[in-house]
């Protein structure tokens, strides 16, 4: 298996614009989870979901933020309009029946 | 709610030196419990986990833990590092009828020649 896979790795952008996050989980896992990572607030949940569906999206910053899955093997985080301090190293994670979570490489957001 | 508290931020030590990084937990049910290591510019890789049986949970790359649930601690040890362990290691806790992993702030750890 490929594992967790995101894209853009990286993304810079500047302040007002719109950003788009992607992953795609492991084939078969029926939980996905946004993570964000800063160095002032470490890794932070910002939502997940169970068989596509949003289950806790509490740690959702605000409303500039939105994340959907639209199917098992795809989901999305958009930012817009984005700000500097979105700048953070997003993640994405997997896991099966709420086992141990797999990760992917992360996207750096830069905004500047 | 369940937290994590990882005491140490920074560890420095030197190649082939043991190493133990602490993490103590609060939680009012039970809990699973993990150790993840983060390379610079890589995601989060499980080291090892504790669900149910054994205190002492061996994982990959040498490293080992045991849970204490009497202290509610899960400290990660290794006997011999090695330069390539010097990474970020991240404890985090999980109730065992929840989905959401809460993790600790991360030790940072050195290893130098």
């Known amino acids: 298996d490929a594992g967790v896979i995101q894209s853009p790795r990286h993304e810079v952008t500047e302040m007002g614009q719109e950003v788009t996050l992607r992953c795609k989980p492991i084939s078969g896992h029926d939980y996905l989870f946004w993570y964000r990572q800063t160095m002032m607030r470490g890794l932070e949940l910002l939502i997940y979901f169970n068989n596509n569906v949003p289950i806790d999206d509490s740690g959702m910053p605000e409303d500039r933020f939105s994340a959907k899955m639209p199917n098992a093997s795809f989901s999305t985080l958009k930012i817009q309009p984005s700000e500097p301090r979105d700048s953070a190293v997003y993640f994405c994670?997997?896991?099966?029946?709420?086992?141990?979570?797999?990760f992917g490489p992360g996207t750096r957001l830069t905004v500047l | 709610a369940q937290s994590v508290t990882q005491l140490d931020s920074q560890v420095p030590v030197f190649e082939e030196a043991p190493v133990e990084l602490r993490c103590n937990y609060s939680s009012s049910v039970s809990v699973y419990l993990f150790w993840y290591v983060q390379y610079p510019n890589q995601g989060l890789q499980l080291l090892l986990k504790?669900?149910?049986?054994?205190?002492l949970v061996k994982g990959i790359n040498g490293f080992e833990a045991e849970f204490n649930k009497s202290q509610t601690s899960f400290h990660l040890r290794k006997p011999s590092v090695h330069i390539s362990d010097t990474a970020e290691y991240f404890c985090?806790?999980?109730?065992?009828?929840?989905?959401?992993?809460?993790f600790g702030e991360g030790t940072q750890l050195t290893v130098n020649p």
């Open positions: 504790y669900l149910s049986g054994s205190t």
């Open positions: 985090a806790v999980i109730k065992t009828s929840g989905s959401r992993l809460t």
């Open positions: 994670a997997s896991s099966l029946h709420r086992n141990e979570q797999f």
